[in-house]
């Protein structure tokens, strides 16, 4: 009887079950898979024939065969030689400043044999990426990670790339990658639009931003899985980190969630309004850093649509930047960590600085929509008819006909915008009584929602303070 090949799925929950062993010593799922991250580079490089960016003696060889009465501490040394003295930037990159988690020799050596025990060179290159995916995926549903604020649901992230079709040659973008799933998305759906010789004649540039170092490097090690060429950078795009990213065609963000506090940093000279708000000040670096005719797609929560003040500010400052074409309103309860209703903005950045949204499309996705969860997964047949509505690309020169306007998809005008207060979080649609977000979340996600809360309030009392303090020493 013929072996039969493990799917990417299946490997996945066999490598996610070795946490067992360490959930007695009180090991979370965010702190295995960044451990995870560590080991999984080591036995690919092996299996895939790149071990060459590894400098000899630290191999997942010298490791998986120690005999010596410390495995954990040998284990920490490679650690620690491969951040600090690897040729590779990239291999440097995910070994830098390394913390494990394992306390006990035994525990390593049973995660390695685990690792060890599958048959990897039955596992295609598409397939490694998938099951780094699958690993990061089931990460984020774990509330208490708290990985679910930087995981886009896979579903979502497709839907996205779908419309807005990325190009070959094109500078794709995504200033808060996380994990990268934009870029990947992205990759994966132009590699299967052209022929391979049309793809390497003129590659898409990829480029990524994140501030969390462990994010950081689960994010250089998807790039690495899915065989991509990507210039991924640690830092902060709403301060001159930002310098480092290139003009771009197609920006894709999930910008963070909260509210910026604090810090000795210098701001963004080139904002036009600052504000505590994190995802106001990552709409004005996502609309300035598009090339004129360049086009965003951007994940923004309700308050974005609808706050007065520097809000309103921001707003009127993207419609007159760009043609601000679609909306869609996301259901409840699609993030993990935070239970947000969220909207995804699609523009194109015009060629002069005033006037360029004419009229605005929104599509409800989110009135009459299940409670998205465990038990009913977000898949992409939820937006088919978004996807098919949404169609090519809309500029000045070919608007969206009427007549694919529908119950949930319909037009608005800049002047309806304006006599409304600049307010664009129009609704038509009667939502479900009981869909407040608060009735979707357990009991630890509700205590975490309301801190978000009161971190944004204290930052907006702080900055005001702060303004106070500056008036009165002009």
């Keep these: 009887m013929p072996e039969i090949t493990p799917t990417p799925r299946v490997i996945a929950a066999k490598i996610w079950t070795l946490c067992n062993v360490l959930r007695g010593d009180g090991i979370s799922y965010n702190q295995y898979i960044s451990e995870l991250t560590y080991l999984l580079f080591l036995k690919i490089a092996e299996e895939n024939g790149s071990e060459a960016t590894l400098p000899s003696g630290y191999r997942w060889a010298d490791l998986v065969s120690y005999n010596g009465s410390n495995l954990l501490g040998h284990y920490q040394e490679m650690l620690t030689h491969l951040g600090s003295s690897a040729e590779s930037g990239m291999v440097r990159e995910i070994y830098a400043f390394p913390t494990t988690v394992f306390s006990h020799s035994e525990n390593l050596r049973v995660v390695l044999d685990g690792l060890n025990a599958i048959k990897w060179h039955q596992i295609s290159q598409d397939g490694l990426g998938q099951i780094y995916e699958a690993l990061l995926a089931k990460n984020s549903e774990d509330a208490r990670s708290g990985a679910g604020q930087y995981f886009t649901p896979r579903a979502l992230v497709d839907t996205i790339v779908a419309v807005v079709k990325p190009r070959l040659g094109e500078v794709i973008q995504d200033p808060a990658s996380g994990t990268g799933g934009f870029l990947i998305s992205a990759d994966g759906y132009l590699r299967h639009s052209v022929s391979p010789e049309g793809y390497n004649a003129s590659p898409p540039r990829y480029e990524g931003m994140e501030i969390e170092r462990g994010t950081y490097r689960l994010c250089l090690m998807n790039v690495f899985l899915h065989n991509m060429v990507a210039s991924v950078s640690l830092g902060d795009a709403l301060t001159q980190d930002s310098a480092v990213l290139s003009p771009a065609d197609l920006i894709l963000a999930n910008p963070p969630f909260g509210s910026k506090f604090a810090s000795a940093r210098a701001k963004r000279p080139n904002f036009s309004f600052v504000t505590a708000n994190k995802q106001l000040e990552f709409l ?66 015009g060629h002069s600085d005033k006037g360029q949204t004419k009229e605005t499309w929104i599509y409800d996705l989110r009135s009459g929509a299940p409670k998205f969860g465990k038990r009913t997964a977000l898949t992409i047949k939820y937006f088919t008819d978004f996807i098919d509505r949404f169609g090519d690309w809309p500029t000045d020169s070919v608007p969206r006909p009427l007549d694919i306007q529908s119950d949930r998809f319909r037009r608005f005008s800049r002047e309806e915008f304006s006599a409304n207060g600049d307010n664009l979080d129009v609704r038509w649609l009667m939502e479900d009584e009981g869909s407040d977000e608060l009735q979707l979340l357990r009991p630890e996600e509700i205590s975490a929602l309301i801190l978000s809360e009161l971190r944004a309030a204290i930052a907006e009392v702080e900055e005001l303070h702060a303004q106070f303090d500056s008036s009165i020493g002009q």
């Design 284 to 349: 004005q670096h996502i609309y300035r850093g598009l090339k004129p005719g360049g086009r965003a797609a951007v994940i923004l929560p309700d308050n974005v649509l609808f706050e007065e003040g520097i809000g309103r500010q921001v707003r009127q400052e993207l419609m007159d930047l760009c043609s601000l074409h679609t909306i869609l309103r996301l259901p409840t309860g699609i993030f993990y960590a935070q239970g947000v209703k969220t909207n995804v903005l699609f523009f194109t950045r």
